[in-house]
């Protein structure tokens, strides 16, 4: 069994810095592409960033230049430094990663996290 199992959130001001982390745990033999997804009340789940596991970055529009993503392989896991944190960046914050586990080495899976919700408020 994999699970990813996040942390991180809370509540910020505007103009505030947050850091997420996601660590991958279970019966892993490989895992590619990671990133974080948010979805806000009444909004889309949207992509916020993603990392393959050579480094190929992409990053939503609204968070360039102010969310940084990166991750540990040797410790199955991904970070999202987000900072100039504004009020349309409240959301819950999930994390993603495709992963090849030890009893299916041969099938990419998506999993998910629980969330963590992020609120940006003065």
């Known amino acids: 069994q994999v699970q990813l199992v996040e942390s991180g959130g809370g509540l910020v001001q505007p103009g505030g810095s947050l850091r997420l982390s996601c660590a991958a745990s279970?019966?892993?033999?490989?895992?590619?592409?990671m990133g974080w997804y948010r979805q806000a009340p009444g909004k889309q789940h949207e992509l916020v960033a993603r990392?393959?596991?050579?480094?190929?970055?992409d990053y939503a529009d609204s968070v360039k230049g102010r969310f940084t993503i990166s991750r540990d392989n040797a410790k199955n896991t991904v970070y999202l430094q987000m900072n100039s944190l504004k009020s349309e960046d409240t959301a819950v914050y999930y994390c993603n990663a495709l992963i090849r586990s030890i009893a299916t080495p041969r099938s990419n899976v998506d999993y998910w996290g629980q969330g963590t919700q992020v609120t940006v408020s003065s």
């Open positions: 990392i393959t596991r050579g480094g190929i970055i």
């Open positions: 279970g019966s892993i033999f490989s895992i590619n592409t």
